[in-house]
């Protein structure tokens, strides 16, 4: 475990990078051995506007990596954090309570909150609007979305203390399991429900894809799915039934355009306050 975060505390930008493209290619190709949906598009002008919002997310984490760093030496330094509480702790223990603390803050909780404020919900909704969801959606945020991850993922640095390799360590495998869970495969079923009691699955988070509520505002977990259970969160539906955009904004030509895209935060719309049964 000491080999695993000294490589992480100086993990290269190049090789974080091959994670990244690594992921896309691997899920890309293994789309088309075991699809979910059979999906009746050209899978390259699908990605293209998913690719641009996966580019800005790319430069806006790099831009603001120097905050993590100086974040984590403070708390370092000042041994401030719940993670000082504890003293004599094995390193690989130490190093999964910072992992499931930062999913917690750094996706979780951002997420949940996301769903239940309006203008945030409206700036989230560039994600939810992909009706083809697949591997390339993974990483389709708005910009503003990006700013907003990453300010919970610095709060949860400063509440848990947790040293840079955790945070690179958290980061890596936060991006495989997103591109995992929004990926168009299909695990046999009782695997996936097995699975999805430690982490999310595929089926797992499609049905928080479903275009309408309550199944919207459910299974917010990114690495493990352990929040939904104790939040009350988690929810199934058959995967057949699964249907993926947002009711509200039925327009997939308009959702597949970078423009609108860009411009959808800034409409005026208000959430339903009830969920929607189907």
Known sequence: MEIIIKYFENIPALHRSIILVGGISFFWLLEGALPLFIFNYKKWRHALPN?????????????????????????????????????????????????????????????????????????????????????????????????????????????????????????????????????????????DKLISYIIVTPDMHKIHHHYRLPYTDANYGNIFSIWDRVFGTYMDLDREKIVYGVDVFPDEKNNSKIKELLKQPFQAYQRPTKSIEI
């Open 51 to 191: 690719f641009f919002f996966t580019l800005t997310t790319i430069i806006i984490n790099f831009s603001l990596a120097f905050l993590l760093l100086a974040t984590s030496d403070w708390v370092l330094s000042n041994r401030f954090g719940f993670l000082y509480l504890f003293d004599g702790l094995p390193l690989i223990i130490e190093v999964f309570i910072a992992i499931l603390l930062l999913d917690f803050f750094g996706a979780f909780l951002s997420h949940y909150i996301e769903h239940r404020f309006n203008p945030l919900w409206m700036i989230h909704l560039v994600h939810h609007s992909d009706h083809k969801v697949d591997i390339t959606t993974a990483t389709r945020h708005h910009p503003l979305e990006s700013l907003i991850r990453f300010s919970f993922t610095l709060l949860g640095v400063i509440i848990v203390g947790a040293p840079i390799g955790y945070i690179m360590l958290y980061q890596s495998l936060s991006l495989i399991s997103t591109q995992f869970t929004h990926a168009n495969i299909k695990l046999p079923k009782k695997v």
